[in-house]
């Protein structure tokens, strides 16, 4: 299974005090070296954490393999295909929440979103759509022409260690093979952290995991390059 970290939060530490510090192209590279397979970073709307500048740089400068998160509006796909991106995770997105909250509702938005998606896949970015686990939304998906998901993993990470844990990771796994059944490379992520994140190796075949709060709380107390190490070992064994 692949890596990617998610290196929001870096600049979200940064924003609160202005300035550049820390620096997201510096924390990107560290988590390269560290043997990361690429970088992640969600450009909101918004702009609350990563910026434009950062994503231009990454690409552009580090030169690290980036997967740009993006909500599905126009300015966001003009972006994308400027920046050529090596992958785009189009995510929903609503200004209030703290955070990537739900699935993208693919089922309900079929047509909109297989013409959003048209001219990146013509510009050959990897497209993925990030979505909750859930039959009628992996259909669609496929439907769509796209060749990757990212299953949500936000409501078995918060079961983990309860109750709901099995239904939740029964969920993602069904939801995985139904996926890899109609041809998709499924990756995953939301919520994963180093608790919780060795049952994925009971999924067969997953592709890709993206993680980011977890890895970067843990970079305060050992640093980014052994927080990044760690989850290593437990993603890619
Ligand atoms: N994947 C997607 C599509 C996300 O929106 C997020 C959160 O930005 C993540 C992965 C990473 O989630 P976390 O920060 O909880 O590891």
């Known amino acids: 299974m692949l890596l990617g970290v998610n290196i929001d939060h870096?600049?979200?530490?940064?924003n609160a005090r202005g300035g550049n510090e820390p620096n997201v192209?510096?924390?990107?590279?560290?988590?390269?070296?560290?043997?990361?397979?690429?970088?992640?970073?969600?450009?909101?709307?918004?702009?609350?954490?990563?910026?434009?500048?950062?994503?231009?740089?990454?690409?552009?400068?580090?030169k690290c393999r980036l997967n740009l998160e993006m909500a599905a509006t126009e300015e966001m796909q003009k972006i994308a295909l400027d920046l050529l991106p090596n992958a785009c995770c189009i995510v929903p997105e609503r200004r209030q929440?703290?955070?990537?909250?739900?699935?993208?509702?693919?089922?309900?938005?079929?047509?909109?979103?297989?013409?959003?998606?048209?001219?990146?896949?013509?510009?050959?970015?990897?497209?993925?759509?990030?979505?909750?686990?859930?039959?009628?939304?992996?259909?669609?998906?496929?439907e769509i022409g796209v060749k990757f998901v990212e299953l949500h993993t936000g409501a078995y990470s918060l079961a983990y260690g309860s109750v709901n844990e099995e239904k939740e990771f029964i969920r993602l796994k069904?939801?995985?093979?139904?996926?890899?059944?109609?041809?998709?490379?499924?990756?995953a992520g939301h919520g994963l952290n180093y608790e919780n994140v060795h049952r994925?190796?009971?999924?067969?075949?997953?592709?890709?995991?993206?993680?980011?709060?977890?890895i970067i709380s843990k970079a305060v107390f050992i640093g980014l390059d052994n927080a990044v190490k760690e989850m290593l070992k437990l993603v890619s064994k």
């Open 174 to 187: 069904n939801a995985a093979e139904l996926g890899q059944n109609l041809g998709l490379k499924i990756n």
């Open 25 to 62: 192209i510096e924390a990107a590279r560290i988590c390269m070296n560290s043997g990361a397979d690429g970088i992640t970073a969600h450009l909101r709307e918004d702009r609350r954490h990563i910026k434009d500048k950062d994503v231009y740089s990454l690409k552009r400068d580090l």
């Open 10 to 14: 870096v600049a979200t530490l940064r």
């Open 200 to 214: 994925m190796h009971e999924i067969p075949n997953l592709n890709e995991l993206n993680i980011g709060h977890t």
């Open 97 to 142: 929440e703290v955070t990537t909250e739900g699935g993208l509702d693919v089922y309900s938005n079929k047509n909109y979103m297989k013409e959003f998606v048209k001219p990146l896949l013509n510009s050959n970015i990897e497209v993925s759509l990030f979505i909750t686990p859930d039959k009628e939304q992996i259909e669609t998906a496929a």
